[in-house]
């Protein structure tokens, strides 16, 4: 496949600073020996710069300066107000959509496309939440009493703690933090330790759109760290719900502990998504739309596609096709144009790309394209590698597994019913697709599969922000960014008001 040359670090470093500068982080905080965060860059591998991390006493302090301003301003400002503030941060986003885009390429190694459609996300997540701040609708419902009224209120949580992945460093604190605020929320933000500097533009932005409009500049705050400062932030009693997207992995460590304290939890987790063709399938909507999702973002996204379920009439004529644009797919400088395909996040992520390789071979796999390592020789600590395409016989363990890196798994089915046993045999249940003509199939699938997103006739990945999002299973169950997901951010309350001059007890009970 193709290739785009690298730049150099200085090259990349002054470009992030520049953006950084025009998105109002003016001064860096200095690292101490102690704490040290590298700001680094996959598109190179090497250090940018060194920040400092924070403390067990900076989430006290970064909590206590939430709550107070949760309990003392935020909760008491009315809705629509609060909306102010995120329309604001939508106006900035809008100025700066291409310092954060830049940001994210730097950072997260994505092409410029799907960057400046990350940061689309988050000005479209702010319209959304500036119409929610004159609709946090709750019903009225009959009530069997006569001169009385049942009915639902919905009212702040309190401080959310959002912890977000490198993947998408800045659409997902967008979704989680303009609903929060507009519920009334206070936020405080633990960002993947491999974005910290897109998320202090971020929190810059913020903090701008804040003294803009009269909000208190402490609804937001933001912890630069590893896993330690997340462990921190999850164990804070007056942190009312924690928001975090990751691994599944971390969700079986941060659920227990959230829920040992009672408190709330909203998690997003891996997915393992599929896509089901069959033969009534459009061809070339089934080869674009699988092309996308599966090495679309190096195939870093959680709803990335990794399994196709092909109708065994149509899987060599589609995997030929898939195969061939395969090889098409310029690897490279996510900063250039011409890239489709930017780098892997790290070494991790490239050794756990060789050893599931290594496995889906062991296992009957035939690797059909892709899989290499490229430009070793111009950037020896980047990991840029060419997509990969693998036919596997079965859905072995290796297949059921979730790699965060370009790998599409080929299978083929002869039923619908034998598709969606394979489809669901997984124990994640984020994003799903079927490509087919036919509505009875459609509609079974739409029907049958297990996740929180199932498409026809398009990819995985790539959800509008009007929907909530969201998985089952191992996926973690929880629901943000659109449609009613705000509510996991408040509290309900139900009311009943008697203006009547009697007391009748429900259910008919007398007493005295
Ligand atoms: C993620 O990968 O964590 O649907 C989020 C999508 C994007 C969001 C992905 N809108 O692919």
Redesign the pocket.
């Known amino acids: 496949s193709p290739t785009s040359a690298i730049p150099p670090t200085d090259e990349i470093g002054d470009r992030a600073e520049a953006a950084l500068a025009r998105c109002g982080v003016d001064h860096l905080a200095e690292a101490t020996a102690a704490g040290r965060l590298y700001a680094r860059t996959p598109i190179t591998g090497e250090t940018l710069l060194s920040l400092a991390q924070a403390t067990e006493r900076d989430v006290d302090h970064a909590v206590t300066a939430a709550h107070d301003s949760f309990r003392t301003a935020w909760r008491d400002t009315p809705a629509p107000e609060r909306g102010a503030l995120v329309r604001r941060l939508g106006e900035l986003l809008r100025e700066h959509k291409y310092d954060l885009a830049d940001l994210v390429s730097i950072e997260a190694g994505k092409i410029r496309s799907e960057a400046a459609g990350?940061v689309q996300?988050m000005i479209d997540v702010c319209d959304f939440a500036l119409g929610l701040s004159r609709q946090l609708y709750g019903r009225t419902m009959a009530s069997e009493r006569p001169g009385h009224r049942l009915m639902e209120t919905w009212h702040p949580l309190g401080v959310v703690g959002v912890i977000t992945?490198f993947?998408?460093p800045v659409?997902?604190w967008a979704w989680n933090t303009a609903v929060a605020l507009v519920c009334g929320d206070t936020v405080v933000w633990k960002p993947s330790e491999m974005t910290p500097l897109t998320a202090l533009a971020c929190d810059a932005l913020l903090s701008r759109a804040a003294a803009d409009t009269g909000a208190p500049t402490n609804v937001h705050q933001v912890l630069l760290g590893g896993p330690d400062v997340g462990e921190h932030l999850v164990d804070e009693p007056r942190v009312a719900l924690i928001s975090a997207?990751g691994s599944v992995r971390m969700g079986r460590t941060v659920g227990p502990r959230v829920a040992a304290r009672l408190g709330r939890c909203l998690l997003?987790l891996g997915?393992n998504n599929a896509a089901v063709v069959t033969p009534s399938a459009d061809p070339e909507l089934a080869v674009r739309g699988t092309v996308f999702a599966a090495a679309g973002?190096a195939g870093?996204?959680?709803?990335?596609l990794r399994r196709l379920i092909v109708h065994e009439d149509v899987a060599d004529a589609i995997t030929e096709r898939v195969v061939d644009a395969y090889t098409q797919l310029r690897v490279g400088d996510p900063l250039s144009d011409h890239t489709l395909v930017g780098p892997l996040i790290g070494q991790r992520a490239h050794t756990a790309m060789r050893e599931a390789l290594t496995q889906a071979t062991a296992d009957g796999g035939e690797v059909l394209v892709g899989g290499n390592r490229r430009l070793e020789d111009q950037a020896p600590d980047a990991y840029y590698v060419e997509p990969a395409v693998v036919r596997m016989p079965t859905q072995t363990a290796i297949v059921r597994q979730e790699t965060f890196a370009p790998i599409l798994y080929v299978m083929t089915y002869r039923s619908l019913d034998e598709a969606v046993e394979l489809h669901n045999g997984v124990s994640q249940g984020l994003?799903s697709a079927v490509f087919t003509q036919d509505q009875r199939e459609a509609e079974r699938f739409l029907a049958l599969s297990d996740c929180g997103?199932v498409n026809v006739n398009i990819g995985?990945?790539?959800?509008?922000?009007g929907g909530a999002?969201g998985g089952e299973k191992d996926t973690g169950g929880g629901r943000e960014?659109g449609s009613d997901a705000w509510k996991s951010y408040m509290r309900r309350a139900t009311n009943t008001v008697n203006y009547s001059e009697e007391l009748p007890l429900a259910q008919g009970v007398r007493f005295v």
């Open positions: 990350e996300e992945a993947n998408f659409a997902v997207t997003e997915g973002t870093q996204r959680c709803t990335s994003s997103i995985t990945s790539g959800a509008e922000i999002f960014s």
